[in-house]
């Protein structure tokens, strides 16, 4: 799967050469057995009354691409 | 790869020789993620990571990455207007949107590769075993939030106000294939 030209340009001037040079460091190790929100996937979600309804009104609804979803598609692949 | 002058760059399921190590984020919880959780919910089947990297410095560094999820929203107390639209509405299966992130040195267009690669994925997999969309929790940042109504994301449920909650945001799968089949510009 390879990313578009611009894409490849941008990792080429930008961000290879920074990840070349970046410095190299470590961090602490999370502690053993301790919870963090890292470590789990988010939870499903449960709606009740309107909230619920704009759920169902979403998946029927007819909506269109908006003009900011658009401008993206240049980095679609 | 038409161009050898290029480096190329993929996307590609996370694996054990990824240099998950060299992963740098702002946030805590998506770096910590990718260096501590991902590669072992893929091996538990509860979640399925991909990564961006450069094929071209040695160890690939990774530029960014996803991770998705199966889940489902519990819809309950329907008002009775919705219920003339005749679908099971209890349990709505969806594709979680666990985590999404670049490297802090990497340019803020790979999220846009990364999203495109999501819808694509979420798609396909749609395509063979059904779901109405995509569900995230968001960082509670105005900025991301906003990246993410970008994307056309309506934000769903309680609404975070403090900065250690979560936001839901939904996108309907309808939307998600409307917008890989835009023709390119």
């Given at each position: 799967l390879l990313v578009s030209q611009p894409i490849r340009r941008l990792i080429e001037t930008e961000t290879v050469m920074a990840l070349k040079y970046m410095p190299q460091f470590e961090r602490e190790p999370q502690p053993r057995g301790s919870e963090s929100t890292y470590d789990r996937v988010p939870a499903d979600l449960e709606l009740r009354g309107q909230e619920a309804a704009t759920i169902v009104k979403l998946i029927v609804s007819q909506r269109q691409p908006s003009a900011s979803l658009r401008s993206k598609l240049p980095f679609r692949r | 790869v038409t161009d050898p002058e290029v480096p190329p760059a993929v996307i590609e399921p996370l694996r054990s020789d990824h240099d998950v190590e060299g992963f740098r984020n702002r946030e805590s919880s998506i770096e910590e993620f990718l260096r501590h959780r991902a590669w072992r919910n893929d091996q538990q089947n509860l979640s399925r990571s991909y990564v961006c990297r450069s094929a071209e410095v040695p160890p690939p560094p990774i530029l960014g990455y996803h991770s998705i999820a199966m889940g489902r929203i519990a819809l309950t107390d329907l008002p009775k207007e919705i219920q003339p639209l005749e679908l099971d509405l209890k349990h709505l299966p969806v594709a979680i949107l666990a985590r999404i992130g670049r490297h802090e040195v990497a340019p803020k267009q790979i999220g846009d590769v990364l999203m495109w690669d999501v819808f694509r994925r979420v798609s396909e997999a749609a395509n063979r075993i059904g779901c109405v969309g995509i569900l995230l929790h968001a960082i509670n940042r105005p900025k991301l939030i906003d990246w993410y109504k970008g994307w056309d994301?309506?934000?769903?449920?309680?609404?975070?106000?403090?900065?250690?909650?979560?936001?839901?945001?939904?996108?309907?799968?309808?939307?998600?294939?409307?917008?890989?089949?835009?023709?390119?510009?």
């Open positions: - | 994301f309506v934000t769903v449920g309680h609404v975070a106000k403090e900065p250690e909650e979560r936001q839901a945001m939904f996108l309907e799968l309808s939307l998600i294939k409307k917008a890989l089949e835009l023709p390119p510009e």
